[in-house]
């Protein structure tokens, strides 16, 4: 291990350019390809909200404020185009993937009162993508699952390593660190504000999914026990908030509305059901917004 220890040192004085850029970790233009062919994929063999359904049209209102809001220097270069859909299903859950395609259910929505719950769970989904969390997390993965000897053979070739086609079901298997997480509340709270949402609703959401998650609720929540350390730093948050607090808006009469009746004929073709889910149900397979890897 040691001998290991001393050629790592070397291949990173001796090269500082491989030491710059992570061979490991998939590079903008990777994520935003992942991203869009899975969000092809989901569009069509999931029970997708049409355009028109008047949730879509309120969530994409939401999402295109905290877009606008995102601090300038923060997008720079960046290729990110950021979409919102809903899939027609009861999960209380909403997801992003890699390059900006963002998605809720319909479950979650429904226990949503408020324009500023919406955007709690919207702005912390812009975070992981604007911060290229995913990316992150698969470039530490796959790093420590090759182990340290494989890792200079590697780097000693000078390649880029990732590939693209080995992601398999990568896309949904990687949990968020703690640190991300904490960082998509924080930056997703700032871009909140900007966008005139009242950042207590991210709070609440917080909230309800926790209670959601007691008897048997979404399993997050069960894996998640410092959920309610969230929620309280959160509220610290607002609590030490210098600027005024935006009002409170309640959601639109027809979104509600449009929750409360089944609307088979809204949807775009797609299989429904269970059957084809990208993920399991077992721990860590699931693309829950809010798992954490801690
Ligand atoms: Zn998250």
């Not at 069960?222 to 600027?243: F, G, L, Q, W, Y």
Request: aromatic share 6%; hydrophobic share 40%; net charge positive.
């Amino acid at each position: 291990m040691k001998q290991s220890t001393a050629l790592l040192a070397c291949v990173v004085v001796m090269s500082p350019a491989l030491a710059s850029a992570d061979p490991f970790r998939p590079s903008m233009a990777d994520q935003v390809k992942l991203g869009a062919d899975e969000a092809a994929r989901i569009r069509k063999e999931e029970p997708v909200l049409k355009a028109t359904d008047p949730r879509v049209i309120e969530l994409r209102k939401i999402g295109a404020d905290l877009v606008a809001a995102i601090p300038p220097n923060s997008m720079r270069g960046k290729p990110w185009t950021y979409t919102f859909d809903i899939i027609d299903k009861k999960e209380v859950n909403a997801f992003a993937l890699p390059g900006g395609p963002i998605f809720f259910y319909s479950g979650i929505l429904e226990k949503m009162t408020t324009k500023d719950q919406i955007a709690g769970v919207v702005g912390h989904e812009i975070v992981h993508v604007l911060n290229q969390h995913w990316a992150s997390q698969y470039a530490d993965n796959t790093k420590r699952r090759l182990g340290i000897l494989a890792v200079l053979t590697i780097l000693n070739a000078g390649d880029t390593v990732f590939d693209i086609a080995s992601v398999g079901d990568a896309l949904y298997s990687l949990g968020y660190s703690r640190k991300h997480e904490t960082e998509s509340d924080k930056v997703g709270y700032d871009i909140m504000m900007r966008a005139g949402y009242n950042p207590n609703g991210m709070a609440e959401t917080f909230e309800m999914l926790a209670k959601e998650g007691g008897g048997g609720g979404p399993e997050w929540a069960r894996t998640h026990p410092d959920a309610n350390k969230r929620v309280a730093s959160i509220r610290e948050m607002i609590k030490k908030e210098t600027r005024p607090l935006p009002p409170v808006r309640a959601r639109d009469a027809k979104s509600i509305a449009a929750g409360t009746t089944a609307s088979p004929g809204e949807r775009l073709p797609g299989k429904g059901g269970g059957s084809s889910l990208l993920w399991s149900g077992t721990r860590g397979s699931s693309p829950h917004w809010l798992d954490c890897g801690c």
